[in-house]
């Protein structure tokens, strides 16, 4: 079992930027692929961003250029900064898992383990 924690969401007017975190605890965070999922109000959840052990990285083409995956392996941890935000930002974020790293995969199916998720707000 992976636990997932993630954190930093807030308010914040259009063009600002925040960092989310996700802490992982439990089971290795070796071989784990990591991603970002959105869900705004009325929505379906969609495929934001992830990152896979190795580092690779893809990104929703709304985010490309605005949003940044990284991963510190040490500490459990991946983070998502996100740069220029935008009203249609505005959702919950969720951070998520999955064994093994690769391939990575962008549907939200392919994903066994998730955060509590964490509300941004971006006002316009």
């Known amino acids: 079992q992976v636990q997932l924690v993630d954190s930093g969401g807030g308010l914040v007017q259009a063009g600002g930027s925040l960092r989310l975190s996700c802490a992982a605890s439990?089971?290795?965070?070796?071989?784990?692929?990591m991603a970002w999922f959105r869900q705004a109000p009325g929505k379906e959840r969609e495929f934001v961003t992830a990152?896979?052990?190795?580092?690779?990285?893809y990104y929703a083409d709304s985010v490309k250029g605005r949003f940044t995956i990284s991963r510190d392996n040490a500490k459990d941890t991946v983070y998502l900064q996100m740069y220029s935000l935008k009203p249609e930002d505005t959702a919950v974020y969720y951070c998520a898992a999955r064994y093994p790293s690769d391939p990575v995969v962008t549907d939200k199916g392919g994903y066994d383990y998730w955060g509590q998720g964490t509300q941004v707000t971006v006002s316009s």
């Open positions: 439990g089971r290795t965070f070796n071989n784990i692929a």
């Open positions: 990152i896979s052990w190795s580092g690779a990285t």
